[in-house]
Antibody, heavy 122, light 113 residues
Framework: EVQLVESGGGLVKPGGSLRLSCVPSGFTFGGYSMSWVRQAPGKGLEWVSSISSSASHIYYADSVRGRFTISRDNAKNSLYLHMNSLRAEDTAMYYC???????????????WGQGTLVTVSS | DIVMTQSPDSLAVSLGERASINCKSSQSVLYRSTNYNYLAWYQQKPGQPPKLLIYWASTRESGVPDRFSGSGSGTDFTLTISSLQAEDVAVYYCQQYYSTPRTFGQGTKLEIK
């Protein structure tokens, strides 16, 4: 059974940093592109960042480029999202998702984790 | 960026009746060389992550009941639930994966009338 478990969320002050982690199981992690998608409270879904299976291709939403860094360690079966210079508008549930089919870096996701909540507030 | 617009924003349908949700993209998501529409549909129940229902605009994900179907091409798409069940109460999102950034519709909240 495919599972994705996120961790690392919490309360952080504006300008602060957090590192989110996602640990997959039930599939060969190194064979898939992965993404982070977020959802602000009561709002819709917003794609944040994606990384190809070998980390050779990385993509960011304009809203986070230069502040967030996606990375993966296939040997440790882990996906990460390093978030710096956090803003109130970054407050959201952050989901880790497995990508199945992609076109020019844009994919649909077939499995999603339960999410980890990031709250940016003073 | 491709803008995805869903209609209606909310919908109330009686149990056993048909529910239809529309999704319109600001530009075509049909890839001519493959003749595939790069469009997916997700279901999100309260307190849960999204669940993939449909991809390539009309291919049902494994395990998804056959009362769910997707149709359309180019810029106009529809998700149809042929006979609404109580467990179908959720927010539904369309998403294009034709180009980066992938973008989602604003969501359609489906309720029981």
């Amino acid at each position: 059974e495919v599972q994705l478990v996120e961790s690392g969320g919490g309360l952080v002050k504006p300008g602060g940093s957090l590192r989110l982690s996602c640990v997959p199981s039930g599939f060969t992690f190194g064979g898939y592109s992965m993404s982070w998608v977020r959802q602000a409270p009561g709002k819709g879904l917003e794609w944040v960042s994606s990384i190809s299976s070998s980390a050779s291709h990385i993509y960011y939403a304009d809203s986070v480029r230069g502040r967030f860094t996606i990375s993966r360690d296939n040997a440790k079966n882990s996906l990460y999202l390093h978030m710096n210079s956090l803003r109130a508008e970054d407050t959201a549930m952050y989901y880790c998702a497995r990508d199945r089919e992609c076109s020019d870096g844009s994919c649909y996701s077939d499995y999603w984790g339960q999410g980890t909540l990031v709250t940016v507030s003073s | 960026d491709i803008v995805m617009t869903q209609s209606p924003d909310s919908l109330a349908v009686s149990l056993g009746e048909r529910a239809s949700i529309n999704c319109k993209s600001s530009q075509s998501v049909l890839y001519r060389s493959t003749n595939y529409n790069y469009l997916a549909w997700y279901q999100q129940k309260p307190g849960q992550p999204p669940k993939l229902l449909i991809y390539w605009a009309s291919t049902r994900e494994s395990g998804v009941p056959d009362r769910f179907s997707g149709s359309g091409s180019g810029t106009d798409f529809t998700l149809t639930i042929s006979s609404l069940q109580a467990e179908d109460v959720a927010v539904y999102y369309c998403q294009q994966y034709y180009s980066t950034p992938r973008t989602f519709g604003q969501g359609t909240k489906l309720e029981i009338k």
